[in-house]
C-alpha cells in the first residue's frame, strides 16, 4: 500500500473521531458522509426534524477544513438566491457579480422539495459540472464542493417531490434515525451542562484533520484501492437486475453502476483496507439504489418497500468468490 493511500485512512480514522465529538452515535450516517465526500459526490440525507442533520454538516466542514452554507429551500426561493447575479454598481457604472451561497464547499439544502422543480435545477450544472452559469458567464467552484440536500420523511403537504433524474444526481441516501435511548440519555445529560454538541462545535476542541487543499489532493488516491475483475461484474450485474425485476418500474441507471463502485472503494478504505471485498459492494447497495427505484403501484399496495426489493436482487445475483 502506498504513503498517500495510508494517508487517507489515517485521515478518515482521525475525522470519524472529531465528528463523534460533536453527533452522538450516528457511526453509519458518519462513514455515508464521508464516502460522499472523499468520492467527491453528493448525498441525499433524509430524516425527521432535530436528528443534527445540519449540524452533522456544519461538523463535516469544521473537521474537513472547508466552507459552509446553508440554504433553507422555501416555495418562494428563486435560482438567482442560490447562484447569485450580477448587480449594476453606480459608483463604479459597472456589473458586479453578487455571488450566491452556492459558492461554499459544502452546501446544505436544507428541506430541497420545499422549493419548485425551477429552483431545485439550479443545482444541477453545480452538481455535475462543479460551475454555474450566471448571465452567459461560467464560473468555477471549489474541487471540494459538495451537497448534502435534506427531506424531511413526513409533512409531504405542499412540497414538491424530486424528479427522477435528479435524485439520480446524488450517490447515496443517508437515513437519520433517532438515537437510541443510550445515545439519547447522553445527549439528555450534555445538555444540562456546556457539553452540548452546539457548545462542543462552537468551543473550537474539534481539530480540523486536514486543509480543504489537501482534500482535493487526496481524493484520487482512492483509485489504489483494488477491486477486482469479477466485483466489477457483480456491480454491474446487481444495477442491470434492478432494471428487470418485475416490482420495480423504474430501475438504475449507469450513474448508479459508477457511484456503488466508487462507494464500495471508500467503504473499504474506511474499513483499514488496500482491497475491495463483495461484503462492501452488499452494504453499499442498499444507500446508493434505494432512492433511484420506483416500485410498482401492486407491490407497493402489498406494502413492500424498496429496501426489501434490494435485499432480494442481492440474493439472486450470485456473488463471485
Do not use: W
Not at 441525499?44 to 442533520?53: D, I, M, T
Not at 459608483?91 to 436544507?110: C, H, K, M, Q, Y
Not at 489504489?224 to 425485476?245: K, M, P, Q
Request: net charge negative; proline share 6%.
Amino acid at each position: 500500500m502506498n504513503q498517500q493511500l495510508d494517508q487517507v485512512k489515517e485521515v478518515l480514522a482521525r475525522a470519524r473521531v472529531e465528528i463523534g465529538k460533536v453527533i452522538i452515535g450516528q457511526e453509519e450516517v458518519i462513514d455515508r458522509s464521508l464516502i460522499a465526500i472523499f468520492t467527491g459526490q453528493h448525498a441525499l440525507v433524509e430524516g425527521v426534524p432535530g436528528v443534527a442533520k445540519t449540524l452533522l454538516v456544519r461538523t463535516l466542514a469544521r473537521v474537513l477544513g472547508c466552507e459552509f452554507s446553508r440554504i433553507q429551500f422555501t416555495p418562494d426561493l428563486m435560482p438567482a438566491d442560490i447562484v447569485g447575479t450580477n448587480v449594476f454598481n453606480l459608483r463604479d457604472n459597472e456589473f458586479t457579480l453578487i455571488r450566491g451561497p452556492v459558492f461554499t464547499s459544502f452546501l446544505l439544502a436544507d428541506e430541497i422539495n420545499r422549493a419548485p422543480a425551477k429552483t431545485q435545477s439550479a443545482l444541477l450544472q453545480a452538481m455535475q459540472e462543479r460551475q454555474v452559469t450566471i448571465d452567459r458567464e461560467t464560473h468555477i467552484l471549489s474541487p471540494n464542493f459538495t451537497v448534502f440536500a435534506t427531506q424531511n420523511p413526513v409533512e409531504y403537504e405542499g412540497t414538491y417531490p424530486l424528479p427522477e433524474a435528479q435524485k439520480d444526481r446524488f450517490m447515496l441516501k443517508i437515513t437519520m434515525s433517532p438515537p437510541n435511548r443510550e445515545q439519547e440519555l447522553i445527549l439528555a445529560r450534555r445538555m444540562l451542562g456546556r457539553e452540548s454538541p452546539e457548545a462542543v462545535l462552537q468551543s473550537g476542541t474539534i481539530t480540523p484533520v486536514i486543509t480543504s487543499e489537501a482534500l482535493a489532493r487526496l481524493r484520487p488516491e482512492l483509485e489504489g484501492i483494488a477491486i477486482r475483475d469479477e466485483l466489477v461484474a457483480y456491480i454491474v450485474d446487481l444495477v442491470r437486475a434492478s432494471r428487470n425485476h418485475e416490482g420495480i418500474l423504474v430501475g438504475a441507471g449507469p450513474r448508479a453502476t459508477q457511484s456503488l463502485l466508487l462507494a464500495s472503494r471508500a467503504f473499504a478504505a474506511l474499513a483499514g483496507r488496500d482491497f475491495v471485498t463483495p461484503d462492501d459492494v452488499r452494504t453499499m447497495c442498499v444507500p446508493i439504489l434505494e432512492h433511484r427505484l420506483v416500485l410498482r403501484p401492486e407491490f407497493e399496495i402489498e406494502g413492500i418497500s424498496v429496501r426489501e426489493l434490494i435485499e432480494k436482487l442481492m440474493q439472486e445475483v450470485a456473488v463471485p468468490r
